[in-house]
């Protein structure tokens, strides 16, 4: 009933991340409360935004705008969101799309443009380093044991044979073509 409840009750705080997750978004690009009061007073204050000039290159302005001026774009494209759909122009559409789903937050690109290479090799390095450690390690381990030799292998799938160990479908049964003990 409790659990029901819960879930019926709309969240009003913001979910938190769980502590040691990391996440693309850094500190200093989280929009915080802070960041919202700001951004009002820019909303309602002679440095509004206006959004005639930035909506047609949203996609260049957005990473040097800042994080109270972003959050003041959003609340005025969201505003424009409500309108009818066929009423706005193409820079409008393009704006709410890039705000909704744009390349920034926590859709931003983990490897920055042009940096897979030095990914891919740093991944490369990386894999060579755990193959060198394991094959050092190995090479300073002690001699398999005796009880890992083909022929020891064969006296025990001769000895099972001779004592019948699972008579019923393993090796003592009638017909047995597996290899037994032998790996």
Known sequence: MLGSARAAVPRILPRRVPAGVRTVITKSERWTPETARNAQQIIEGPQSQDLSKVLPNIEGMWPNMAKEEQYS??????????KNWKELSMDEKKAAYFVSYGPYGPR????????????????????????????????????????????????????????????????????????????
Do not use: C, D, W
Not at 119 to 130: P, Q, S, Y
Not at 138 to 164: D, I, N, W
């Open 73 to 82: 774009v959003y609340k005025a494209v969201e505003e424009l969101q409500r």
């Open 108 to 183: 931003k690109a983990v490897v920055p443009q042009g940096q897979t290479g030095k990914v891919a090799l740093g991944v490369a390095v990386g894999v060579l380093l755990g193959l060198g450690g394991f094959y050092s390690v190995r090479s300073m381990a002690q001699p398999a044991p005796k009880t890992l030799t083909k022929e020891y292998q064969e006296q025990m799938t001769a000895r099972a044979k001779e004592t019948k160990q699972n008579p019923i479908s393993g090796i003592a049964s009638e017909g047995y073509k597996g290899k037994g003990h032998v790996a």
